[in-house]
């Protein structure tokens, strides 16, 4: 505790200083001309404390870390008002990841590389009018088949003199992670990744591209890649069998992509996009080379029995216009294509769909939609080719000034080609979801009403007579809100409630919440506290209920015209009903202070 208060004392002071500055500027400074150097932009410093416990102590173990800091800081640059260098700086501490492995200690190099921080360059010269440069975390964009959105630790640059673009970077897309089997890490290599792009015309409406993208795990970035031991075990299918004991290593992959991207604005209202792209990938680099193969990249790419060439393509044909519209899309995507960009993103695959829209009456009736089919494992290398159904629809209707109605409509199924009901290699299942959630506005005893309500049900359906009746499951759900905005005080409430009912093979799942907030404007809107408290229970067939707490409170205050301070404590308090080896239940506190100024 005393740190939260050492870092409020820090906020609090720092606000003080920056709105004693802000007191001081006199009209002078505020029509001063442009200065030679000038510096703008924002910063914020965010800290979150948790706190766990569990009854009995040491029965679970919470889910945050006890402290996270955050520093965003975004200065941009000018000079003579000519060049502009935008500054980026996003540093957590201490070192946590979500997307991927974790480091004991970082690098330098290796704490920047992780997603959660960022130290970026990025400079463009209006002077010239056409050059961008990278340096640090940035996101080159190819295009989709291509690098798509990946996100890289290195530098690059973006030259668009007139209709032609000039792109390139090259970085780590991700950082070395020593594999540790005691405690279930996979680790990684370090990958590099080099991509370029040539291209000309308007990207707004006609435009040609040519992207190339090299990627390379460097087996030397770590010192084992054992990722676990298995001792000789039996067969889970014919436990006669006995499997010998093998080592699970970490492959090192190699890849290179090249695709050519094309737009066409046919007329006005319609346009035509389409990509070809083809991957030449190499799953493991300790595979033995292809010594009879002709390779035209030998002097960038080596061929080995793990390497597989292979194309994907795309299409897509927009009709826009003001009352109506249809776009057709189609992609495909062959069984040895790789998308560096994408990299959970399933390949031997075909996917067509048609999206139709359809806008009226000044847009108070608005209907758009999706119909195709998928169809998975062309190959059929991985078994039977699956049929995947892709339907789903919106529906936006604004009666009045009142009322208005929105609803929504999606259908997914899968199947593969066997047809005997009786077959238990069968796989067909549909999924089905339909929500409809209507919405209420009106003024009435110097009160703004605000009423919505939303419905919801979810049936998915599974035909396998094997686990089928294990899968299948219905959800339904109702759930309400309302806000009250007074007229003549600066005070806003509101009221929610839900309700959710899952039928499930082994019993129905309920889950239920009331809740009720209100905020309240003082000093015309410079401070607004904030009080919350919601209370939840769920019940599982005939087992006895548990109970939840949530309370929150908090407060924003806006210390001086660019400075905003903001606070708030919650406390969840959960109580299980057949408490168990979790214990009896559990208490989470979570204290959030936030800085944030710009200018």
């Known amino acids: 505790m005393r740190t939260v208060l050492q870092l409020f004392m820090l906020f609090v002071l720092l606000g003080g200083v920056i709105n004693l500055r802000a007191q001081q500027e006199t009209e002078d400074d505020t029509t001063r001309s442009t200065p030679w150097i000038a510096v703008t932009g924002s910063a914020s410093i965010t800290s979150d404390f948790y706190e766990f416990t569990s009854d009995p102590i040491g029965s679970q173990i919470g889910r945050r870390p006890a402290a996270l800091h955050r520093l965003v800081i975004s200065p941009t640059i000018t000079i003579a008002g000519l060049i502009s260098l935008p500054l980026n700086l996003m540093i957590t501490f201490p070192e946590t990841n979500t997307t991927t492995p974790a480091l004991t200690a970082p690098s330098f190099s290796e704490f920047f590389t992780n997603p959660a921080n960022a130290l970026g360059l990025s400079s463009f010269s209006p002077k010239l009018g056409w050059a961008q440069f990278h340096l640090g975390s940035h996101t080159p964009r190819l295009s989709e088949l291509s690098g798509g959105d990946l996100q890289l630790f290195g530098a690059g640059f973006d030259l668009r003199p007139g209709p032609v673009q000039v792109q390139a970077s090259f970085g780590t897309t991700q950082r070395a992670v020593q594999p540790d089997p005691s405690r279930g890490i996979a680790g990684a290599y370090r990958r590099d990744m080099r991509m370029g792009r040539l291209g000309f ?44 004991a093998d080592t699970v290593r970490l492959r090192a992959e190699e890849g290179i992509i090249s695709s050519i991207d094309v737009k066409f604005r046919l007329m006005q209202g319609i346009t035509f996009n389409a990509e070809a792209a083809a991957s030449v990938f190499t799953r493991d680099q300790a595979s033995n080379v292809l010594t009879d193969f002709a390779n035209p990249l030998g002097d960038l790419f080596t061929a080995r029995t793990s390497t597989r060439i292979d194309g994907a393509g795309s299409a897509n044909l927009d009709f826009r216009f003001s009352t109506w519209g249809v776009t ?33 009456f000044d847009g108070d009736l608005s209907i758009s939609g999706t119909i195709g089919q998928r169809v998975n494992n062309l190959s059929e290398t991985k078994g039977e080719q699956l049929t995947q159904a892709i339907a ?42 339909f929500s409809i959630d209507p919405m209420v506005t009106f003024s009435a005893a110097s009160v703004m009403h605000t009423i919505t309500a ?91 209920a548990d109970s939840q707490t949530f309370l929150r409170a908090g407060c924003r205050w806006r210390v001086a015209k660019s400075v905003t301070f903001s606070g708030s404590y919650g406390v969840n308090t959960y109580a299980y009903g057949n408490p168990g080896p979790r214990g009896s239940g559990f208490t989470e506190q979570m204290l959030q202070l936030a800085l944030l100024t710009t200018f």
């Open 454 to 544: 939303s419905f919801l049900l979810d049936r998915f359906d599974d035909f396998n007579i094997v686990s089928g009746v294990e899968s299948s499951n219905n959800t339904s759900g109702l759930m309400f809100s309302y806000s009250g905005m007074f007229e003549t005080m600066p005070l806003t409430i509101g009221a929610n409630a839900s309700y959710t009912e899952n039928a499930l093979s082994a019993g129905t799942l309920a889950v239920r919440s009331t809740g009720v907030n209100a905020s309240y404007r003082f000093l015309g809107g410079e401070v607004v506290p904030t009080i919350s408290v919601t209370f939840a229970g769920s019940t599982f067939g005939a087992n006895a």
């Open 201 to 244: 015309g308007n990207h707004d409406t006609s435009a040609i591209g040519i992207n190339v993208v090299y990627m390379r795990d460097d087996p030397n970035s770590i010192a084992s890649n054992i990722i676990a031991i298995n001792p000789s075990r039996p067969l889970e299918e014919d436990t006669t069998v006995i499997l010998p």
């Open 328 to 360: 057709l899309t189609g992609l495909y995507m062959g069984a040895g294509f790789q998308p560096f960009g994408y990299p959970f993103n399933q390949s031997d695959r075909i996917d067509l769909k048609v999206s139709p829209m359809l806008n009226l």
């Open 392 to 433: 789903n629809g919106q529906l936006s209707v604004r009666f009045s000034d009142v009322v208005s109605l929105s609803s929504t409509y999606s259908n997914f199924g899968i199947r593969n080609k066997r047809q005997d009901a009786f077959d238990s290699a069968r796989v067909q299942n549909v999924s089905e979801s």
